[in-house]
């Protein structure tokens, strides 16, 4: 079974940055990609971005230019760079391992909160 840990999340004022990063148990296919989603109250998960270990990336349009997605193959980790944080960012963020960048995978982490304040 795939485990997933995150760590990373916050309080930061609008304009700052927060890093994330998510370590996944095992290098398998099922953690060929890895990636974050966030959700807010009453609301699906959403797409923030994707990356796989061929170096494959895929981010949703709110944070293009804004958002980083990396991956470190040899420590299993991927990390999420978020500069320019607006409070619309504030959300839970999991992190999710699947087959590639562009499919929702089967694995999730326990979510970590970010909280932008205006």
């Known amino acids: 079974q795939v485990q997933l840990v995150e760590s990373g999340g916050g309080l930061v004022q609008a304009g700052g940055s927060l890093k994330l990063s998510c370590t996944a148990s095992e290098s398998s296919l099922s953690t060929n990609a890895l990636g974050w989603y966030r959700q807010t109250p009453g609301n699906q998960r959403e797409l923030v971005a994707r990356i796989s270990r061929q170096g494959t990336t895929n981010y949703a349009d709110s944070v293009k230019d804004r958002f980083t997605i990396s991956i470190d193959n040899a420590k299993n980790t991927v990390y999420l760079q978020m500069n320019s944080l607006k409070p619309e960012d504030t959300a839970v963020y999991y992190c999710?391992?699947?087959?590639?960048?562009?499919?929702?995978?089967?694995?999730w982490g326990q979510g970590t909160q970010v909280t932008v304040s205006s």
């Open positions: 999710n391992a699947g087959l590639n960048a562009y499919t929702m995978g089967n694995y």
